[in-house]
């Protein structure tokens, strides 16, 4: 699991807009590393790599953000494990 982002991961998950986000709202989202994709969506990090897992994605291939829409912070990474 990825706990930085690049540029370019930023540059393609700024392109979600917040309607596209909110029917994530209060979940953990698991981003493609490129940002470009979800990958899959839970409301759990166990979830997620529990999906993950299942879809054959390996947890270092994704980026986790815990969805907030209506707070000002974004949580990257595990600190849920």
Do not use: C, P
């Amino acid at each position: 699991m990825m706990t930085s982002t690049t540029k370019s991961y930023q540059d393609n998950r700024d392109q979600f807009s917040a309607e596209e986000l909110r029917k994530y709202e209060g979940q953990w989202v698991a981003f493609s590393v490129d940002g470009s994709r979800v990958l899959t969506s839970a409301a759990t990090i166990a979830e997620v790599a529990s999906q993950l897992q299942a879809n054959q994605i390996q947890l270092q291939n994704a980026v986790l953000e815990h969805i907030e829409l209506d707070s000002t912070e974004i949580s990257l990474g595990a600190a849920e494990l």
